[in-house]
């Protein structure tokens, strides 16, 4: 197939993303990626399929010695895109941490994160990898833990309910893409069936385990408004699911250990991957 990459509009630690034509774009593989794309393929077209609100997959292919596959261009500004600029906007007019984190854009933003995630947690589909396989999976390959660490793992998910609820695992405010007050959203890797506390979980997680730092950003004051308001981002997503949900938001806490173990197979930095452990070890100890 003739391919003529485009504009570079992502890259990760497995792979690149291109533009490709007016409307679709191609993430290809790095030769060096321990992904596994006929894995993420295979699961996006089963997402598509059950018409969940993925963008379109359309084949595998190979580029220059790399596998990738091409799927529809969902073109707007995602969530994280108008978090940043208002984050910008608030401190050009003076406006401290918490004056930003309660503007009207950022408020609207976590409300429509709850909404859509609800509305996706109506969906089910059974054909969908259940959290469990897929948690067992991520404690299976974890090079951290102790054999006797990872049993007790694998007890605390075999004990985790079991539900049909489509997840999508990694609702950052990055794969939320709104146009035309149309939201869609992108990257559905890590999509389960599960609880929506499964979710839930995950962005609290994220917020929690940003390792975001001043020394990691250009814009100090974006480094510093995500690091002070943490946790109010976690208080008002909680609010706003549960005023659409009757999910009960006490029992999250069962899905967090191996949810942490789950993250621990991200592309981490070194301080987060210790963070990570030790927080697991902790709340092991105390089970």
């Not at 504009?7 to 490709?20: F, H, M, R």
Request: with cysteine; hydrophobic share 35%.
């Amino acid at each position: 197939m003739d391919i003529k990459l485009g504009k570079l509009l992502g890259t990760g630690a497995g792979s690149d993303v291109y533009e490709i034509g007016n409307d679709k774009v191609l993430k290809l593989y790095k030769r060096n990626s321990i992904g596994n794309i006929d894995y993420e393929y295979n699961k996006s077209l089963t997402v598509y399929k059950n018409g969940l609100p993925i963008p379109k997959i359309y084949e595998i292919i190979e580029y220059n010695g790399q596998r990738g596959f091409i799927m529809e261009q969902i073109k707007g500004e995602s969530f994280l895109q108008i978090m940043l600029n208002n984050i910008d906007d608030c401190y050009n007019k003076g406006m401290s941490c918490t004056e930003t984190f309660y503007s009207p854009v950022n408020i609207e933003l976590i409300e429509k994160t709850a909404t859509t995630l609800f509305h996706l947690h109506e969906k089910s589909c059974s054909a969908l990898e259940s959290a469990q396989g897929s948690l067992k999976m991520s404690c299976k390959y974890n090079q951290y833990l102790t054999e006797q660490e990872k049993n007790i793992v694998y007890s605390l998910i075999d004990n985790l309910p079991v539900a049909d609820n489509v997840c999508h695992g990694d609702p950052n405010p990055g794969n939320f893409i709104i146009r035309d007050d149309k939201i869609r959203l992108i990257d559905w890797n890590n999509c389960v069936k599960a609880s929506p506390l499964y979710d839930i979980t995950e962005y609290t997680l994220m917020m929690k385990y940003s390792d975001t730092s001043v020394d990691s950003i250009e814009n100090k004051h974006i480094a510093e408004y995500l690091r002070e308001c943490k946790e109010e981002y976690i208080k008002l997503f909680i609010e706003s699911y549960s005023k659409l949900s009757d999910v009960n938001i006490s029992n999250m806490d069962i899905w967090i250990i191996p949810l942490l173990v789950s993250k621990m197979g991200g592309n981490n930095t070194l301080k987060k991957q210790e963070g990570l452990l030790a927080d697991i070890r902790n709340r092991l100890r105390i089970l």
